[in-house]
T-cell receptor
Framework: EDKVVQSPLSLVVHEGDTVTLNCSYEVTNFRSLLWYKQEKKAPTFLFMLTSSGIEKKSGRLSSILDKKELFSILNITATQTGDSAVYLCAVNTGFQKLVFGTGTRLLVSP | DAMVIQNPRYQVTQFGKPVTLSCSQTLNHNVMYWYQQKSSQAPKLLFHYYDKDFNNEADTPDNFQSRRPNTSFCFLDIRSPGLGDAAMYLC??????????????FGNGTRLTVT
């Protein structure tokens, strides 16, 4: 069975801290890995990763994929209270299917 | 702005009373999905349409049905809701092209309560 595991399950940090969120996967067919941010509504797309070792960056967020070790990390530097959310990792296993992890709940305190 | 719209945001239904959730999109995407997300759990794919082709997940209960009358609209019908069906239901779309997949665009979800 395809599986995506995220760690930690939850995390509390202070504004200005740097955080690293982890996502590991075991799937029969890997196409791409995606990160989403979910506040109290729809998940919003952050990154799609397909190649190992190539960092994707958007402002204070960055992500990288290791296809050999089957994991990805999402880094957030200089965290702000607006970064508080659930961060979801998902793997595209082909045939339009995404398998999601349970997410990491991040709380950034002022 | 192009988007995915779900209605209603909150739906309350009685045990066993049929309910329909709706989703519309202005993105002109080929694929529309329905996910179920229970509290503190990962979104779970129920089914998806690639154009008019319906793809049901093997573990989706028969109680859940879907209709896609045209490119823009997709409906989730729950024929006899049980207490265990209370969840957030997320509609999503994607272009469905490319061997690497394409990102999903989600609606804001409908939170279903079953009394």
């Amino acid at each position: 069975e395809d599986k995506v595991v995220q760690s930690p399950l939850s995390l509390v940090v202070h504004e200005g801290d740097t955080v690293t969120l982890n996502c590991s996967y075991e799937v029969t067919n890997f196409r791409s890995l995606l990160w989403y941010k979910q506040e109290k509504k729809a998940p919003t797309f952050l990154f799609m990763l397909t190649s190992s070792g190539i960092e994707k960056k958007s402002g204070r967020l960055s992500s990288i994929l290791d296809k050999k070790e089957l994991f990805s990390i999402l880094n957030i530097t200089a965290t702000q209270t607006g970064d508080s959310a659930v961060y979801l990792c998902a793997v595209n296993t082909g045939f339009q299917k995404l398998v999601f992890g349970t997410g990491t709940r991040l709380l950034v305190s002022p | 702005d192009a988007m995915v719209i779900q209605n209603p945001r909150y739906q309350v239904t009685q045990f066993g009373k049929p309910v329909t959730l709706s989703c519309s999109q202005t993105l002109n995407h080929n694929v529309m999905y329905w996910y179920q997300q229970k509290s503190s759990q990962a979104p779970k794919l129920l089914f998806h349409y690639y154009d008019k082709d319906f793809n049901n997940e093997a573990d989706t209960p028969d109680n859940f049905q879907s209709r896609r009358p045209n490119t823009s609209f997709c409906f989730l019908d729950i024929r006899s809701p049980g207490l265990g069906d209370a969840a957030m239901y997320l509609c999503a779309t994607s272009r469905g092209t490319g061997s690497l997949g394409s990102p999903l665009h989600f609606g804001n979800g409908t939170r279903l309560t079953v009394t």
